[in-house]
Structures are given as structure tokens and as C-alpha cells.
């Protein structure tokens, strides 16, 4: 277990962080939906959700297993007690939940077929060894993907007075706490690096066009702005930076644009 995992940015537990959570998984099932069919997610497949927080992903995930099962795994019991409830809640009697760190899982070596990490790696300092403890728990063949961003890829027209200063604040934060706001182009040599094989990373297009401005802000800008400390921008900085954003986005024409970055590897024969 490394120890340098806890976030002080944690704001799991947050009202408006949860609301934030929900409408992620709300909006983006259907994009995630085709990528886990697309590589080859089978119905008997047995799943783990690493960094699942409150369960909207894993209970998804389940209605695609019927015959198979979801573990959840979170460092966070608040969290996983709201992901239980949710899952019993839905009946889902194949879904379970462990609490634990993403690099050390109190789960058997080759207990999965399929193991799911979404915006997860941006948030841990040393993402090579979770990837590695994901391969470890998946069986030879099976499948590591994990899904992540990269502030490189934002975009938005007409261009908002600020935006780059806090996207350069918020990369400040989150490596000030571990994180790696730019990690989007790095999942391929972090899954290589883990001992995956076949890695293939594809960027895909979340737009204000796909899901409207106030839904695309709150979650491609929502967390930016809570790892901004005050020795970078204040609040009120933020506050004015966040209104010159929607402005430009009410202008008619009016464009924005992040990039979602789904790395896919198998898991090699394990050698003797």
C-alpha cells in the first residue's frame, strides 16, 4: 500500500462533488457503454471498477455482466456505503464492493476477466504500480482499460479571457497533490510500462455540442476548479474566469471541446 495516495483534493463526500459524479456517469455511459462492448466485454466476465467511488459506473457495468460480477473497488467507506445502498437499491445481487487502495486490492491474482479504471489515474502519483496491481488480478488475456483525460485537448471558441491561467493552476494543484492533469498522452507508456500488451490508445471528442455548455462545464471544468489553491488563483479569480467561459459559450457558434482518452492492454501469459 503506498501511502502517498491520499488526496487532500478528495472532495468525494461533497454534495456538490457527488451531484458532479452523477452527471458525469449520466452523461457519459452511453460513450463508455460502446467502448467496454467494443473490447470485448462478455456477459460471464468478471469486473472490477478500481476508484468506483459512489457505484454509478459499477452498477452500469452490471447490467452488461448478468452472468458474470462487479467488484467495486474505493479507499473511501463513505463512498462505498452510498454504493452499496445503490446497488441494492437496483437488486443487483452480483455486484460487491471492497475498500481498499488501487495498488494493493485484497483481491486473489487472476480473479478477473476485466478490469476498469475511469479518471482514476490522474489522481494517484504513481500510476505504472496500479496499472500493475490491475494486471495482477486479471487473468492472462484478459483486459486492463482505463479511461482518463488531458488538459491539452480542451478547447473552446470563441477563446474565454483566463481559461489558460486556470487550466495552468489546476495542473499546479493536482501535482502538488499527486496528480497529472496531462496524462491523456502518457496511458500508453504507463500500460506498457506495467507489462501490458497490445496497448492501443484512442482519443475521443466530448463537445458542448454533444451534451450542452452548463453540463459540458460541470464536468470538464467542475473539479479544475476545487485543486486550484489560493497561492495560484482566489476564488473570486476563479469565480470571474468560470463567467468569461459561459459568456463565450452563450455566443452563437459557439464551440468547446475536451479529448477522453481510452488506453485498452491484455494481460500476457504469466511465465514460470
Not at 488526496?7 to 458532479?20: A, I, K
Not at 460480477?69 to 441494492?88: E, F, I, K, M, W
Amino acid at each position: 500500500m503506498v501511502e502517498d495516495q491520499v488526496h487532500s483534493y478528495d472532495h468525494g463526500c461533497d454534495p456538490t462533488e457527488l451531484d458532479r459524479l452523477s452527471m458525469q456517469a449520466d452523461v457519459a455511459w452511453a460513450l463508455e457503454r460502446s467502448q467496454l462492448l467494443q473490447q470485448g466485454l462478455q456477459p460471464t466476465d468478471r469486473v472490477v471498477d478500481v476508484g468506483c467511488g459512489p457505484g454509478h459506473l459499477s452498477c452500469r457495468i452490471a447490467s452488461l455482466v448478468p452472468e458474470g460480477s462487479v467488484t467495486g473497488v474505493d479507499t473511501d467507506g463513505l463512498l462505498l456505503d452510498q454504493a452499496r445502498a445503490n446497488a441494492s437499491q437496483a437488486g443487483l445481487s452480483h455486484v460487491s464492493f471492497q475498500q481498499s487502495w488501487a495498488d494493493g486490492m485484497p483481491l486473489p491474482n487472476n480473479s478477473a476477466d476485466f478490469a476498469y479504471a475511469r479518471f482514476l489515474l490522474q489522481h494517484v502519483p504513481k500510476p505504472v504500480e496500479v496499472l500493475r496491481e490491475m494486471a495482477r488480478v486479471v487473468a492472462p488475456g484478459g483486459t486492463v482499460m482505463v479511461v482518463d483525460t488531458d488538459d491539452g485537448g480542451i478547447i473552446v471558441h470563441p477563446e474565454p479571457r483566463g481559461l489558460d491561467t486556470m487550466l495552468r493552476a489546476s495542473q499546479q494543484g493536482q501535482a502538488r497533490n499527486g496528480g497529472d492533469r496531462l496524462i491523456g498522452r502518457k496511458l500508453s507508456s504507463h500500460l506498457s510500462a506495467a507489462g501490458l500488451v497490445d496497448v492501443v490508445t484512442t482519443a475521443v471528442p466530448f463537445t458542448s455540442h454533444m451534451v450542452g455548455t452548463e453540463a459540458w462545464m460541470q464536468i470538464c471544468l467542475g473539479f479544475k476548479t476545487r485543486v486550484v489553491g489560493e497561492t495560484e488563483l482566489s476564488n473570486a479569480e476563479v469565480a470571474t474566469i468560470l463567467s468569461s467561459v459561459r459568456t463565450a459559450l452563450e455566443t452563437p457558434g459557439a464551440f468547446a471541446q475536451t479529448m477522453v482518452y481510452v488506453s485498452v492492454g491484455k494481460v500476457a501469459p504469466r511465465r514460470l
